[in-house]
């Protein structure tokens, strides 16, 4: 066996894609020049408009950040009493319920997609329920149709937490344009991003009126409120960044999806590790590689975990704690451990490997090698 290197710099689980810094500088002038930097300006519109035929969807409406978003969705739809959500997702999912004076209601994750398990919806029910509030994990699209039916069923809306959900498609196009609303991130992190940001996409000129009032305060102009609004609007200089990062998406999702084929061509035989599988028909963003170590895997997580730091390797334990395990959460009655059993298993289980434009190829096969060989270091 060759001898393993140690990365110099630590190797995080992502990078931010950030195009040469020279190529931001015209639009930074152009700003400087005429001096409107946030409210609706120039560089904010070509941003929507772009971003609307890049996903291939009706309206969208741009933020600040993914939460601020999920608030003003929230808000948007005039949700109250009790939404139906995952509480395998990022804290943030569950905060913009809390924030709008929601209470949330966790139902368990299917297995295969991680996703809110559409069989156990119906069960959570009450007369108090408004909603759902499903995520898209990892990108991988929730089962949309079937969530839509129960939805229908009951007189619900549907919030989608698409955070992770950029450019993603099934095959009838775009998850975005399911659901009542569905918000994306465009933080750091993130496939695509804008330093911090977010967006609404909606599928009506009036709901997207509403939530551009609502992200301004509630003005619908300059004497008067019309609603509890909010500061979530975008500034220029991230709407900026926002279109010089589209022009390099599609260069950025192939070398994903590069790394994303390499790792599964060298976990396909690999005993007790699981990776989420394709589904036909739809087009991911390989925003994430989660693997899944079972009982046939040498060691169990936690230990890969601490052994992947140990070679300067950080991946991350997404999404280790459920969000029903913070103090805000965990005395719901849908907290209870037993209501959670796949979710649980899955939270002490999952690793999110490295997977980044800039990903070098050494840098990878040092994880695979470590992976690969964790029962024998
Ligand atoms: C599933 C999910 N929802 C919401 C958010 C919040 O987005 P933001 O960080 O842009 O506020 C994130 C990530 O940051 C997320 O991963």
Redesign the pocket.
């Known amino acids: 066996m060759t001898e393993l290197k140690v990365p110099q710099n630590p190797l995080f689980v992502t990078q931010p894609l950030l195009p040469p810094l020279a190529e931001f500088i015209p639009y930074l002038q152009e700003i400087w020049e005429n001096k409107q930097l946030t409210n609706n300006g120039p560089f904010h519109q070509q941003l929507e408009a772009e971003l609307a035929a890049y996903l291939g969807v009706k309206h969208i409406s741009l933020f600040t950040?993914?939460?601020i978003a999920?608030v003003t969705a929230l808000q948007a739809l005039r949700i109250t009493g009790e939404v139906i959500t995952t509480p395998y997702?990022?804290v943030?999912?569950a905060h913009s319920l809390l924030w709008n004076g929601i209470k949330p209601v966790f139902v368990d994750i299917d297995p295969n997609s991680m996703n809110l398990d559409p069989a156990k919806i119906e069960a959570a029910i009450t007369p108090q329920t408004t909603a759902i509030l499903p995520?898209h994990c990892y990108g991988h699209p929730c089962d949309v149709d079937r969530i839509e039916k129960i939805a229908d069923n009951y007189g619900l809306k549907v919030i989608y937490?698409a955070?992770?959900a950029f450019g993603v498609q099934n095959a009838e196009g775009s998850i975005l344009n399911h659901g009542d609303l569905s918000v994306l991130?465009?933080?750091a992190t993130k496939v695509f991003n804008t330093f911090?940001g977010?967006a609404i996409v909606c599928h009506s000129e009036k709901d997207k009126r509403r939530i551009d009032h609502l992200k301004n305060f509630g003005f619908v102009d300059d004497a008067t409120v019309v609603s509890l609004g909010i500061n979530g609007k975008m500034s220029e200089v991230n709407a900026a960044f926002g279109l010089l990062q589209l022009k390099g998406i599609d260069v950025a999702l192939a070398k994903r999806k590069r790394i994303s084929d390499r790792y599964r061509a060298a976990f396909k035989d690999l005993k007790g590790l699981r990776y989420l599988e394709d589904v036909a028909g739809e087009v991911p963003n390989f925003a994430y590689f989660p693997v899944l170590l079972e009982d046939a895997y040498p060691i169990d997580r936690d230990t890969l975990f601490a052994r992947l730091k140990q070679h300067n390797i950080f991946a991350r334990r997404y999404f280790y704690p459920l969000i029903t395990e913070f103090p805000m959460y965990r005395g719901l009655p849908s907290a209870e451990h037993g209501n959670l059993i796949v979710a649980r298993q899955l939270a002490s289980k999952v690793l999110c490997l490295p997977i980044f434009p800039a990903l070098t190829d050494d840098s990878l096969e040092l994880v695979i090698h470590l992976i690969k060989n964790a029962g024998e270091l």
């Open positions: 950040n993914g939460t999920l997702s990022f943030a999912t995520v937490d955070a992770h991130s465009f933080h911090e977010g």
